[in-house]
């Protein structure tokens, strides 16, 4: 009874897990791109402060790949359990 249960549900999670993969890629894409623009206009502003800012600009980009990386593990985890 399990067995058919979840040979019925693994299209869906199939399904779920490429949906969940997407959505995190785009939110990671999102998230860098609102960095990235932020981080020009303060450099616009304060030219100065260039070094220092693309510094943590970077720090953070490599946090939003690391949580969309996790997300996208997660979603192929689903896939094989």
Same mark, same amino acid.
């Given at each position: 009874?399990?067995?058919?249960?979840?040979? !019925? +549900?693994?299209? *869906?999670?199939?399904i779920g897990a490429a949906?969940? !993969?997407? %959505? #995190?890629? %785009?939110?990671?894409? &999102?998230? &860098?791109?609102?960095?990235?623009?932020? !981080?020009? =206009?303060? &450099? #616009? /502003?304060?030219? =100065?402060? #260039?070094?220092?800012? /693309?510094?943590?600009?970077i720090v953070i980009a490599? *946090? &939003? =790949?690391? +949580? @969309?990386?996790? #997300? +996208? %593990? %997660?979603? @192929? *985890?689903? *896939?094989?359990?």
């Amino acid at each position: 009874m399990l067995s058919m249960i979840l040979a !019925a +549900v693994a299209p *869906l999670a199939a399904i779920g897990a490429a949906i969940g !993969a997407g %959505i #995190a890629a %785009i939110g990671a894409g &999102i998230g &860098i791109g609102n960095i990235g623009s932020s !981080a020009m =206009e303060s &450099i #616009a /502003r304060q030219p =100065e402060s #260039a070094g220092d800012i /693309r510094s943590n600009m970077i720090v953070i980009a490599a *946090l &939003i =790949e690391g +949580v @969309a990386l996790f #997300a +996208v %593990i %997660i979603c @192929a *985890l689903c *896939l094989f359990l």
